[in-house]
């Protein structure tokens, strides 16, 4: 699935302000520190709470697409580009290549079965344990707790 949200800078400036309207979040400073300045290359998508990267892109865009960098190179729109100077400079850099290489092979890792079984009981077992200790903080639930008797929902 091709995703196309953050070519313009009106882009990341509208989705910027959208969340930070809505979520009050760190999206602003991910705004300049990110975006503006490529200063955290691995945190570079939005949701920057998760390890991201840039790769170059090797397939071929949709036709539509195509059609509207044609236009924008062309002048029939008039859109701001990001100046990507930066970007190129980082996905030239050796030390760049071989970190996103070994991320990469570590996502992969991750998402195989042993690792993904044993994220899913640790995830498993912290809903039962959160589940356990919330009951406890209303004095009524406490109670019965104590004296031997459980209910089960």
């Given at each position: 699935?091709?995703h196309y949200?953050?070519?313009?800078?009106?882009?990341?400036?509208?989705?910027v302000?959208?969340?930070?309207?809505?979520?009050?979040?760190?999206?602003?400073t991910?705004?300049?520190?990110?975006?503006?300045?490529?200063?955290?290359?691995?945190?570079?998508?939005?949701v920057?709470?998760?390890?991201?990267?840039?790769?170059?892109?090797?397939?071929?865009?949709?036709?539509?697409?195509?059609?509207?960098?044609?236009?924008?190179?062309?002048?029939?729109?008039?859109?701001?580009?990001?100046?990507?100077?930066?970007?190129?400079?980082?996905?030239?850099?050796?030390?760049?290549?071989?970190?996103?290489?070994?991320?990469?092979?570590?996502?992969?890792?991750?998402?195989?079965?042993?690792?993904?079984?044993?994220?899913?009981?640790?995830?498993?077992?912290r809903?039962?344990?959160n589940?356990?200790?919330?009951?406890?903080s209303?004095?009524a639930?406490?109670?019965?707790?104590?004296?031997?008797?459980?209910?089960?929902?």
């Amino acid at each position: 699935m091709y995703h196309y949200s953050l070519l313009f800078p009106h882009q990341v400036l509208d989705k910027v302000t959208y969340y930070k309207t809505r979520l009050n979040s760190a999206i602003d400073t991910w705004e300049q520190s990110v975006y503006v300045r490529l200063g955290k290359p691995f945190r570079a998508h939005n949701v920057y709470e998760h390890i991201g990267w840039l790769e170059r892109f090797s397939g071929e865009h949709p036709k539509v697409i195509r059609a509207m960098m044609a236009d924008i190179r062309d002048r029939a729109v008039d859109v701001r580009l990001r100046d990507c100077a930066d970007v190129e400079s980082l996905l030239s850099r050796r030390s760049y290549k071989v970190a996103t290489v070994l991320l990469r092979l570590c996502a992969e890792i991750m998402a195989v079965q042993p690792f993904h079984l044993c994220y899913r009981c640790y995830a498993f077992l912290r809903r039962r344990l959160n589940a356990q200790i919330q009951p406890t903080s209303i004095p009524a639930l406490r109670n019965r707790r104590s004296s031997g008797s459980r209910t089960e929902a």
